[in-house]
């Protein structure tokens, strides 16, 4: 017989503890793991689509640069830790195995990035031509809204359904996103290393992007209901042809 070193380092999975409850804790955390995978590629692309779509469509459309270089490197800085907190969250655990869905991630990133660019251009729109703001404050109003609603989007990719369903956010991933929309919000208020813009702009923005936030995670939820509905069509409609061709 093998030594029992050699029998740990060949095996593909060692128990540590006598039992299969270990097995059930394996299974389980593995699904968790998907879960933070998959919202982490979702809010990614979300993200990717709606800065960045945003940004060339504001350069070429309107020849509007929305965000300057100082802001887009504090974006780029303040998104990094929340999004490291992923890795920390209480995902909710599936109930049968899943397998990793391109098609559902893609069209979820897509529909959360899209609605994202449409509302940036909304308070675009009504800061350029309602508030008649100059230049360097609306950038500062893009800056913020880009900042906020952007991590609000980490609640939505983070499970299937509503937002506030159980498992809660990890406090880890609670904090840091509240702390970095904080830091945000008073670099934007105060002016540090932008143009301030003051208390009151700075909570209609975050009212903003609350109502945003609430449009897209209804959005998100009917989504995954009607591409669910269609999975499970799909799947009633093939078993009813295998049974048809085995009675034949």
């Known amino acids: 017989m093998a030594p029992p070193n050699a029998a740990r380092a060949a095996a593909d999975l060692v128990l540590t503890e006598p039992g299969l409850s270990v097995i059930s804790v394996a299974v389980e955390e593995a699904r968790r793991i998907f879960r933070r995978m998959n919202s982490y590629a979702v809010f990614r692309i979300a993200e990717t689509i709606r800065v960045l779509l945003f940004l060339t469509l504001s350069i070429l459309v309107f020849e509007f640069y929305p965000v300057t ?8 800085l303040l998104n990094d830790v929340p999004i490291m907190m992923i890795a920390y969250d209480n995902a ?3 109930g049968e195995p899943r397998r990793w869905d391109m098609r559902r991630t893609l069209w ?5 990035g899209g609605l994202g660019v449409l509302a940036t251009f909304l308070l675009y729109w009504l800061a350029r031509n309602y508030l ?3 230049t360097p404050e609306v950038q500062t109003l893009i800056f913020l809204k880009l900042l906020v609603a952007g991590h609000m989007t980490l609640y939505i990719t983070r499970a299937d359904g509503v937002f506030w369903q159980r498992p809660w956010p990890n406090w880890r991933l609670f904090v840091t996103v509240e702390a970095t929309q904080i830091v945000g ?5 105060y002016g540090w290393f932008i143009s301030g813009i003051g208390w009151p702009l700075a909570l209609m923005v ?3 992007s609350l109502l945003s936030f609430l449009v897209n995670a209804t959005a998100k939820v009917a989504l995954v209901k009607l591409m669910s509905h269609r999975a499970h069509h799909q799947s009633r409609h093939l078993d009813r042809m295998e049974s048809t061709m085995h009675s034949h």
């Open 69 to 76: 270089a100082v802001m887009v490197v504090l974006l780029a």
């Open 92 to 94: 909710p655990v599936a």
């Open 108 to 112: 979820e990133a897509a529909l959360l």
């Open 132 to 134: 008649a703001l100059p």
């Open 185 to 189: 919000t008073l670099a934007a208020v």
């Open 206 to 208: 975050w009212g903003f």
